[in-house]
């Protein structure tokens, strides 16, 4: 009788006998477990012989005796095991979770430990952002307690030097700049990073090159303040960049005191010194901040 592990009559197990003598194996008789799980092999001559018993996903059992002259026999019940086969599982994650995974290490970059630098990546062919995912790291830079701090700051040395005189002095002038400070970064991160990048599919964030000459890493980080990696992997002009920073500008008139107003002129000249600054803070970016940010992973190029 074949069994299976849980004691249980097991039908359809294969079952082949094999005479064996000194001159060599004679024919194979075979046969298969019934539904009560019990096999019977008629005519068998005496002698040794080797039963041989198998099925899909159990282990091969081996039964060997003797069979005497007008002998019947009649062997113990037979449990197959479970197969000990080795299975290779391959488990791929999407695209996008490889992308939140990298998110994660990103937001934890500071400067000194202190700064945020979330807007950096290390990693060679990092994966790009989806539009929730792009729009969750401009609310996560803007919400920052160190953002907050920095826009006090600015706020402070413009009103000790006077900056955008409309808004007066006092706590109420404070106040008024440090809104309009806040409401620029907002802005041009929301609609620039956020919006316009996940509508033309480019992605915001600063890809150190890392590798090569000082001279080919220089003009890469220039030239990536007015182009950016589209989600195809491609290099592009940097439209959703270049827009932001034209948009935030040109909304700032509605809430800067009149005298502080930019017409159209002045707001393209300021978003060219924008592209100036930018590529300043990319040649940055390229050669001194990753030293300053503890805990980024050494990368290997062209390794994830």
């Not at 037979?78 to 990103?106: C, D, F, G, H, P």
């Not at 000790?160 to 309009?180: E, H, M, T, V, W």
């Amino acid at each position: 009788m074949v069994v299976d592990p849980d004691g249980a009559v097991y039908e359809g197990a294969h079952i082949s006998l094999a005479k064996t003598s000194s001159s060599g194996p004679d024919a194979v008789m075979e046969t298969t477990s019934g539904s009560n799980g019990r096999f019977n092999i008629a005519d068998v001559p005496p002698g040794a012989f080797k039963l041989t018993i198998s099925s899909n996903g159990f282990a091969t059992q081996v039964v060997v005796g003797t069979l005497h002259p007008g002998e019947s026999f009649e062997a113990k019940a037979i449990v197959l095991t479970m197969s000990a086969a080795n299975s290779e599982v391959q488990v791929t994650a999407s695209r996008q979770e490889i992308a939140q995974e990298e998110l994660k290490q990103e937001e934890t970059q500071r400067v000194l430990g202190v700064v945020p630098n979330f807007y950096v990546v290390y990693a060679p062919n990092a994966a790009p952002l989806n539009p929730k995912q792009k729009f969750n790291l401009a609310a996560r830079s803007l919400i920052d307690p160190v953002t907050f701090l920095g826009v006090g700051i600015s706020a402070g040395i413009e009103q000790a030097s006077n900056s955008l005189s409309g808004y007066g002095q006092g706590a109420q002038g404070y106040a008024k700049r440090y809104g309009a400070g806040y409401a620029d970064g907002f802005i041009n991160t929301m609609i620039g990073a956020g919006f316009l990048a996940s509508w033309w599919k480019q992605d915001p964030r600063y890809f150190q090159k890392g590798t090569g000459t000082i001279r080919s890493r220089a003009l890469y980080a220039i030239a990536m303040s007015v182009v950016c990696k589209g989600d195809n992997g491609h290099w592009q002009t940097n439209y959703s960049g270049i827009v932001g920073g034209l948009a935030a500008g040109g909304i700032s008139n509605l809430y800067y005191p009149a005298s502080s107003r930019a017409g159209v002129r002045l707001t393209f000249e300021n978003a060219l010194i924008g592209t100036g600054e930018s590529a300043i803070q990319n040649l940055i970016q390229e050669f001194i901040v990753r030293r300053l940010t503890p805990h980024v992973p050494n990368y290997v190029a062209g390794k994830p």
